[in-house]
T-cell receptor
Framework: QKEVEQDPGPLSVPEGAIVSLNCTYS??????FMWYRQYSRKGPELLMY????GNKEDGRFTAQVDKSSKYISLFIRDSQPSDSATYLC???????????????FGKGTKLTVNP | DAGITQSPRHKVTETGTPVTLRCHQT?????MYWYRQDPGHGLRLIHY???????DKGEVSDGYSVSRSKTEDFLLTLESATSSQTSVYFC?????????FGPGTRLTVT
């Protein structure tokens, strides 16, 4: 079993729809949870960062962590064509030598928002 | 924008040749990382650095070496490139617990 599972999609929705993106994980020690957005041929861009359980909202984006179910979600409200991208979840627990976080990534879900 | 640049942005090289990719940052961050991204595998950590001359291996380090002689530069070297190293390579820095990525280098080994 992979540490982080993410449905690759592709996911296609009409403009204005609510989008739900999800990841499941197996390591109950994960504490930090992130969502990255990656446009085609660009580097990943940090979208949301959450520590432990609960919700975090930023504009049209809401990140949700359910540690009891080992499940994280990203909701996009009023989706726009400019939201079309690949969304990567990432999580960490382990400190590398020297104190930095070591991230484990999902494989990404490709989202297309149609006008 | 985390002030990260990568060079070259694109490179085509032949099997068996050495290749060096450069990551440059302008914000004096301590932690720097090299990842590769491949279809079906996602982002995987190759090597990382936690200070000048301080580096360690990641998940997929075989065939790669790194060096960091000054804070702002982190070099990734493929000593003898193989076709399996065709990939997109991303550099990242850590700002607190958050990692920020550069624009990537697209490497093709023929």
């Amino acid at each position: 079993q992979k540490e982080v599972e993410q449905d690759p999609g592709p996911l296609s929705v009409p403009e204005g729809a609510i989008v739900s993106l999800n990841c499941t994980y197996s390591n109950s020690a994960f504490q930090y949870f992130m969502w990255y957005r990656q446009y085609s041929r660009k580097g990943p861009e940090l979208l949301m960062y959450t520590y432990s359980s609960g919700n975090k909202e930023d504009g049209r984006f809401t990140a949700q962590v359910d540690k009891s179910s080992k499940y994280i979600s990203l909701f996009i409200r009023d989706s726009q064509p400019s939201d079309s991208a690949t969304y990567l979840c990432a999580m960490s627990v382990e400190k590398t030598q020297g104190g930095s976080e070591k991230l484990v990534f999902g494989k990404g879900t490709k989202l297309t928002v149609n006008p | 924008d985390a002030g990260i640049t990568q060079s070259p942005r694109h490179k085509v090289t032949e099997t068996g040749t050495p290749v060096t990719l450069r990551c440059h940052q302008t914000e004096n961050h301590r932690y720097m990382y090299w990842y590769r991204q491949d279809p079906g595998h996602g982002l995987r950590l190759i090597h990382y650095s936690y200070g000048v001359k301080d580096t360690d291996k990641g998940e997929v380090s075989d065939g790669y070496s790194v060096s960091r002689s000054k804070t702002e530069d982190f070099l990734l070297t493929l000593e003898s490139a193989t076709s399996s190293q065709t990939s997109v390579y991303f550099c990242a820095i850590a700002r607190g617990n958050e990692q920020y990525f550069g624009p990537g280098t697209r490497l093709t080994v023929t």
